[in-house]
């Protein structure tokens, strides 16, 4: 069996999970767990119905690096819950998503996930990298679009697209990014730069929507060519167009680089984080079925279980 690997937008699904399971699901002490139950049954369905080889859970070690923050002020500044004075700024997390966090991490050790992020960085880059360094096929897991930069058909990247539901997962390639925002994967970054994203805090270029900058990235090609014609007066663009580019000269010139995924940082190698999937056993299978009881996650262990253990005969 070829590898597949597997990336995780870790904390993209278990806020899904968070919003989409009554947070009335909860253990003895009263300490929520329906993001734990609703992360394990996502891994193991799509483990079951994607049948990747090895899996890593990305990890936001930084939510919101300093160095983007220093190229764009209001990067994600509506999602800062408090700025920790020396330290990093803490975000808007409720509190009964924040107490499932760490009871998260550990199902995923004692289920043998592998768990990667590195400091200063966001769970996108670590997934950029290990998709650029990939020798096989990749599905990126995630509700957030700005990963939609990754896909590549020829090196067999696609994004498995949550925002609609695990029910309803839209497998995002090549032809399905024209048919939706009438641009290709490696100029998803330049359109998400010109029309902004409220989400992240990128204001975009005022007056430039999505129609707009994919009309202008079908015309120019990049948003690089597109810069060049602003200067070139021969270049055909329109003097309204090349108004709201150049009023927005500066956010052009930063934006960029906080809005591209990094793909170059250095990662433990596969076998090194061990992210090769395999059945759970021994010690580690048994805490498993106790904390299933102790923590109250109904059948989601088991399904877990039962995912990971048809890993071993899907290869023999």
């Not at 993001?35 to 394990?40: D, E, M, S, T």
């Not at 107490?99 to 950029?128: H, N």
Request: overall charge negative; aromatic content about 6%; hydrophobic content about 45%.
């Amino acid at each position: 069996m070829a590898d597949r690997l597997m990336l995780l937008d870790t904390a993209s699904l278990y806020f899904r999970a968070f919003y989409g399971l009554p947070d009335s699901l909860r253990r003895a002490d009263g300490t929520p767990v329906n993001a734990v139950r609703g992360l394990l049954d996502m891994i193991a369905r799509l483990t079951t119905e994607f049948a990747p080889t090895h899996l890593v859970a990305c990890w936001d070690d930084d939510w919101r690096p300093q160095w983007r923050v220093d190229l764009i002020p209001s990067y994600k500044e509506h999602r800062v819950a408090e700025t920790v004075p020396g330290g990093s700024d803490v975000e808007v997390v409720p509190d009964a998503l924040e107490a499932q966090i760490p009871m998260i991490r550990e199902a995923l050790a004692l289920a043998g996930i592998a768990v990667v992020g590195v400091p200063g960085y966001e769970a996108d880059d670590v997934i950029g990298s290990y998709a650029a360094q990939a020798a096989g096929p990749v599905d990126v897991v995630t509700g957030d679009r700005d990963l939609f930069q990754l896909i590549d058909d020829s090196r067999g990247i696609r994004v498995l697209y949550t925002a609609g539901g695990m029910k309803n997962l839209k497998v995002m390639d090549d032809a399905a990014m024209v048919a939706k925002y009438r641009v290709l994967p490696e100029q998803y970054a330049d359109y998400a730069t010109l029309r902004g994203d409220s989400s992240d805090g990128l204001p975009g270029v005022a007056g430039i929507g999505e129609k707009t900058a994919a009309s202008l990235l079908a015309e120019f090609g990049s948003l690089e060519s597109l810069l060049a014609a602003v200067e070139d007066r021969g270049s055909g663009l329109s003097s309204a167009v090349r108004a709201k580019l150049t009023a927005a000269a500066g956010y052009l010139e930063a934006a960029p680089s906080v809005v591209r995924i990094v793909r170059g940082l250095e990662l433990p190698s596969l076998d090194e984080a061990g992210a090769r999937l395999h059945p759970v056993e021994g010690e580690n299978r048994a805490r498993l079925e106790q904390l299933a009881d102790e923590w109250n996650l109904g059948g989601s262990v088991g399904r877990l279980l039962k995912a990971l253990d048809s890993t071993a005969q899907s290869r023999s």
